[in-house]
């Protein structure tokens, strides 16, 4: 699935992204500040959950409620240093658990994806608008 989308256009891209069904754990790449948080927020809210959300920059990682008990996890393991520190936080819990996973920087637990995840990646264009693979 290939996007092309202006921040406006979020709430209908998250729902887009959701009815294709991509699996429960989806890496998101791009260059900072290119709005994987953002989107990841506005993918929340599609699933229901209610509230804040926010980046899990510091914490590594947010746990949020959904709509029919289901869990969403956000990570952002931009400030991890090594696997161990993922590993020592549970992350195998987590990835396996079934439920929702978002994963920022995911480039930094290679040996720790599960072989079954979905891919996001999402760049700026120069005209200000986002381009966004689900693969």
Known sequence: M??????DQLEEVAQQIITNN???VILFHGEMGVG?????????KTL?????TSSPTFSLVNEYEADANQLVYHFDFYRLNKEEEALDMG???YLYSGNWCFIEW???IPNLIPETHSVITI?????????????
């Open 106 to 108: 995911a480039e930094k």
């Open 36 to 44: 994987k948080t953002t989107l990841i927020k506005q993918l929340c």
């Open 2 to 7: 290939n996007i092309i989308f202006s921040i």
């Open 48 to 52: 229901g959950v209610v509230g804040a």
């Open 123 to 135: 760049s700026q264009l120069p005209d200000g608008k986002r381009s966004l693979t689900l693969s």
């Open 91 to 93: 992350i195998d819990d």
């Open 22 to 24: 991509p699996k429960k």
